[in-house]
């Protein structure tokens, strides 16, 4: 099951719902998207939190503007039955640069741009508009 997949579907469906927050269980990979998401305002906020059967999850808060979700556009890149690499020379530019692609390098999740300026690559996760 890719769990990446999944989160990026749950973020779509409830954007375009006009959802105010989705939920999706918790793990460092996704609790790191988020991190760049909300650094790049594409979500309000999001936290980890404890359900009452003791599961951990990630309550995301979607980020509207003028009625309009910040996400317009937000898909996978590199699956689990075919992941893609992309070397720090080669990272893409998502639509000129007004999108942000995200990575998993060894420096940790990373954006596109951050990723670049730190001179490293690594497996090309998603991207968002």
């Not at 954007?15 to 793990?27: D, G, I, L, T, Y």
């Not at 937000?74 to 999108?99: D, F, H, N, T, W």
């Amino acid at each position: 099951m890719d769990v990446v997949g999944n989160f990026i579907t749950i973020l779509r469906n409830a954007s375009r719902a006009n959802k105010a927050s989705c939920f999706v269980q918790w793990s460092a990979l996704k609790d790191g998207i988020a991190k760049i998401f909300k650094d790049k305002g594409y979500i309000k906020d999001f936290v980890k939190e404890q359900t009452a059967e003791g599961h951990v999850i990630l309550k995301v808060f979607l980020k509207y503007v003028n009625g309009v979700a910040a996400i317009t556009e937000i898909g996978r890149i590199g699956k689990p039955g075919r992941r893609q690499y992309a070397s720090k020379e080669k990272i893409p530019s998502i639509l000129g640069g007004m999108g942000e692609c995200v990575l998993s390098t060894s420096k940790g999740i990373l954006s596109g741009q951050v990723a670049k300026q730190l001179g490293v690559g690594g497996e090309l996760i998603c991207y968002v508009l």
